[in-house]
């Protein structure tokens, strides 16, 4: 792959989930990195430190491993969060969370002819099933906060808390090697009364 190549990918990969979040929420805005310079300014650098010191380095190494699980809680929080911003219904702030986190890896692996990672379509690691329980769990204190049920932990007590989750079920499923429950497992399963 060309360095274009892999800086676009990058790009794609790290902003892609808030992309297709900012066009659901509001078509008729720019999405976030359009209007802040900064966002691409990171994804370059980022690519081109990947691109300088971390050609050899195992992808499934726990460090790696740390910083996909980090981001993944913090973009299905972030996603959900900005949702709610906008009024969007409980439901699509958790599926906004979800897509925010996934989404740009999913466009990547199109972009690559793969199947989507972040589906369980090919990969041995769980990504859906983390974001969207931080992306909900930020989403049920906020509402509970909301309709001032409980003592409440805050907005940020509500973000800590939902990447906290995301982030410990991603690491305990790659430790573990758990996986998404697949489709085809709930066809199997036979329910007895």
């Given at each position: 792959m060309s360095v274009v190549g892999a800086l676009i990918l990058s790009i794609v990969t790290a902003?892609?989930?808030?992309?297709?979040?900012?066009?659901?929420?509001?078509?008729?805005?720019?999405?976030?990195?359009?209007?802040?310079?900064?966002?691409?300014?990171?994804?370059?650098a980022s690519c081109v430190l990947a691109l300088l010191f971390l050609q050899d380095f195992p992808i499934s190494s726990r460090p790696l491993v740390l910083a996909d699980a980090l981001s993944l809680g913090a973009f299905s929080v972030l996603g959900a969060r900005a949702a709610l911003a906008r009024r969007a219904p409980a439901l699509f702030a958790v599926l906004s969370g979800w897509l925010t986190a996934s989404g740009g890896g999913m466009v990547r692996d199109v972009l690559c002819y793969e199947a989507p990672r972040a589906l369980g379509a090919s990969d041995k690691s769980m990504r859906a099933g983390p974001a969207v329980a931080g992306a909900l769990v930020y989403v049920g204190l906020r509402r509970a906060r909301y309709l001032r049920v409980g003592g409440g932990v805050g907005e940020e007590g509500a973000l800590w808390l939902g990447m906290g989750v995301a982030v410990i079920m991603r690491l305990v499923a790659d430790e573990w090697d758990i996986q998404e429950l697949a489709a085809r497992t709930l066809h199997a399963i036979r329910f007895v009364p």
């Open positions: 902003v892609g989930g808030g992309t297709i979040r900012d066009l659901l929420l509001a078509p008729s805005q720019p999405a976030f990195w359009v209007t802040d310079p900064r966002y691409l300014s990171l994804c370059v």
